[in-house]
């Protein structure tokens, strides 16, 4: 099938987390897979899947570990076509900027050209407190949706 290169960003460890557990589910379903915490733009291949998964800092912000890859694309107008991916967010809906970072990565990803499978994830850590739980439920019709394709 495709290759699916995981992107994770995060600044406790929740999201490194559900890229891991989605990770080892997407193997099962015969998906080869590289997870990249914090990667460098020149590090992300530029044709495929991948499949960013994000925590939200401060007022909706990206983890540290992201900031500057999705900086580097906004500001470099990055050509994108070649991409497709799947976005998932972890955040609180106790704050305004609930899951920010996944929505301005959606944004920034599609204005370069990617195409998004499927919709967005966007999980409550209040509500969800194993938010690989919500994920992997997410994970099985974003599969389905890989193999129409």
Request: glycine share 8%; hydrophobic share 40%; aromatic share 6%.
């Amino acid at each position: 099938m495709a290759d699916i290169t995981l992107i994770s960003g995060s600044t406790l460890g929740s999201a490194e987390y559900v890229a891991e557990h989605l990770a080892e589910l997407l193997e099962k379903e015969d998906f080869s897979t590289e997870i990249l915490h914090g990667p460098e733009l020149s590090e992300l291949p530029e044709s495929g899947i991948w499949l960013v998964v994000t925590s939200t800092h401060g007022a909706g912000e990206f983890p540290d570990n992201l900031k500057t890859l999705f900086e580097q694309l906004a500001q470099q107008k990055t050509d994108l076509s070649q991409i497709r991916f799947g976005a998932v967010g972890i955040g609180s809906k106790e704050y305004d900027t609930f899951c920010g970072a996944i929505l301005t990565a959606d944004r920034v990803l599609t204005q370069s050209g990617a195409r998004r499978i499927g919709d967005v994830l966007t999980i409550d850590i209040t509500e969800h407190q194993i938010p690989e739980d919500p994920a992997e439920i997410w994970l099985g019709s974003w599969i389905d949706l890989l193999k129409k394709d």
